[in-house]
């Protein structure tokens, strides 16, 4: 073994352990390691080096539980039996997105799970695909367990459709708009990511064993907890950063007022993500949350469907997103005549006045001037001696051009 | 008579006059008024004096048709049989917010409904409310026709609700969420104003005449057409700028993509009136309109009930508006038994410590230490040897001071 790939093995080791001796998130861990490497860090957390009071007790407590380099070595075995590995910032698989939760800080923060919002340590992961290129196109689809069929009907069609334009829907494997958000990705046969606030080897909630089991199969669950970690309450909140963070924008479909789901939307928005918020009826207490969120973040962006999701994330991806809607195009102020010179053209090369003229039933001369008017709007060009469509305007320009939100990622 | 009355009574001639010999929302005509009269406007269309030739040749087609000031004699007459009234800018009753109209100027607009949006020149009203009284605190809720039932309940709490806080809700008269509307004002014994496309003594559609009736009973139905004049198709879409631009702000219920109604959204939110829209589920056509209304003008403003409507027009009446939420409320963050404490004082007057613990059901201690910690919170007030409910905050001050839309009329 050369003396890099000891450190790399030492670095991991370390950081496994330090996600046992400290909860995930932790910013003063985050910027021990970030200063010292993780085993130094490590080593001085155990030696009561800690920065603060309240990490100093959390570690004295754990180390009378066992040795962390210990435990991290079980896991590390435990890991290889599952079939799982573990992914650290050394990896090519990193996914680097996370990383932008260094500038996350959240206005007017006061509980731990909003204040802990520091980038992994590692990851656990199961599934065949590579962890970054999973979730370079990706989208979060996010909200509440207690959906409606409406809701779940939503999330179904977005995990599908965005399933079938080979984008990565990742969500947090919950009852509700989570688990419908998978099944829409699996049965459209795409990839989706479940991100989990407990081991990947007990995922939760064990109602939706059988999606986990597909998911695992075709797609990735992921951690940040160690095998056998406990889904404790507040993890679910700490995970939420990550779903905002590693996703190349997130979708709330129902949630009522103050969900967990509307938090993780706050934190993509914190680090300007896209966030996209899709409506509901008033008359639902499942769509109040989206509705508080469209209305007090300016940022959100009300979408309704898979066209406008990839509106927002196309920029960030290599997708065609469709062109932005203009109020009115060329098209729709055109005569009868016009209209139907318009569709007297083929939908491939190109056609002589005189043809056009007898496929749309009108004289050579109205066919000329309303081709020649057709021309000035952009809609027809002259090639080989005719007329022919104009080619649509370059999609990726005009979405990149004119797109309202301004979040990229 | 004098000759100021003299002069008031051949303005109003030569308005009803105009009305009928051009139609409503001629900018040239309204320019033409401004800088020589109505009187002398009249006299110049009518000697072939019209600045653009297409009103020329209305103007002549027109007076083919009969004599300007003989049809004006008549309307005016019948407006007197019918129990109507005529109402013009120098009456007390004009509704003068409708002059902002010399302001509106829609981007990209080529039809002439879009371009000939000048403020009104005269309008015949049947009903007993002043016009203007009426319309000072005035809301306009719009929608589709072919409304789903749940735009229909919503349209009807709407109407209900602002009446019930003494707002006026005008509408259109159309089925549908006009009607809705209306309605709903009608059953809280509201004043409801209905805005025709047509002369008000035969109200159009004709399937909404028992509305009529009672509209015109206890609000009013208003016109710029004279008594007689047809529904034709353009003068709904020319009538719309009058229900934008009268009413303190607008409200969309449903509707389909590029509706009429959205129609008077952007004219209200073109002359900067709170433009507010209700969304509904992305399932539903019904509420294509409402979403893309939402997701192209960054003014315009998702609402969801009657609270946050008066948070936003509000700010122009003498109304009450409920303060703007914030994240937490200080009572979110209670223990059950200072929640039971707050509950058990009275809504008006002050209660003693003693009464409080009976009526909580805790020791007087116990109430002690709760309503001392509710008195810190600003939550409750000592008053009269006991302990009374903090009057609420200064919500006009609150709503003016941090409600993030901008529009005022």
């Not at 799982?84 to 799970?113: H, K």
């Not at 998911?215 to 679910?236: Q, Y």
């Not at 098209?331 to 056609?351: C, I, K, N, Q």
């Not at 749309?360 to 027809?380: T, W």
């Amino acid at each position: 073994m050369s003396g890099d790939d000891t450190a790399r093995v030492e670095d991991r080791l370390a950081r496994v352990a330090l996600t046992w001796l400290t909860e995930p998130g932790t910013w003063s861990v985050h910027r021990l390691v970030e200063r010292l490497g993780a085993p130094a860090a490590l080593a001085l957390l155990c030696d009561g080096g800690a920065p603060e009071e309240k990490l100093r007790a959390t570690v004295a407590a754990r180390l009378t539980a066992g040795d962390p380099l210990a435990v991290a070595a079980r896991a590390l075995d435990r890991t290889d039996r599952l079939g799982a590995r573990i992914v650290t910032p050394d990896d090519a698989e990193w996914p680097v997105r996370v990383d932008d939760l260094r500038r996350l800080a959240l206005s007017g923060a006061s509980r731990r799970v909003d204040t802990e919002t520091a980038p992994p340590l590692c990851f656990w992961v199961r599934g065949a695909w590579p962890l970054a290129e999973a979730m370079e196109r990706s989208v979060a689809v996010v909200g509440a367990r207690a959906a409606t069929s409406y809701g779940l009907h939503v999330a179904t069609e977005l995990g599908y459709g965005l399933a079938e334009r080979e984008w990565t829907v990742v969500s947090g494997g919950a009852f509700g708009i989570d688990a419908a958000a998978h099944r829409g990705a699996l049965n459209a046969g795409g990839v989706t990511v479940a991100v989990l606030a407990c081991g990947v080897d007990r995922p939760y909630p064990v109602g939706n064993t059988a999606l986990f089991d597909r998911i695992a199969e075709t797609g990735l669950l992921v951690s940040e907890w160690m095998p056998g970690a406990d889904p404790l309450r507040p993890r679910f909140l700490i995970r939420n950063r990550v779903i905002a963070a590693a996703t190349g924008g997130s979708v709330l479909v129902e949630a009522s007022a103050r969900s967990g789901a509307t938090q993780t939307m706050r934190r993509a928005l914190a680090i300007n993500r896209p966030g996209m918020v899709v409506p509901g009826p008033v008359t639902s207490a499942m769509s109040v949350g989206a509705h508080e969120l469209l209305r007090e973040q300016p940022a959100a962006r009300l979408v309704t469907g898979v066209a406008h999701v990839l509106e927002e994330v196309g920029r960030i991806g290599a997708d065609l997103a469709p062109p932005a809607r203009g109020p009115r195009r060329p098209a729709d102020e055109l005569d009868d005549e016009a209209t139907v010179v318009l569709e007297s053209l083929p939908r491939r090369g190109a056609r002589d006045p005189d043809a056009v003229a007898a496929r749309a039933g009108v004289s050579v001369r109205v066919a000329l001037r309303k081709l020649s008017l057709l021309e000035e709007l952009g809609l027809v060009v002259r090639r080989d001696g005719g007329y022919a469509l104009a080619p649509p305007p370059d999609r990726r320009a005009a979405a990149a051009g004119s797109s309202p939100a301004d979040g990229t990622g």
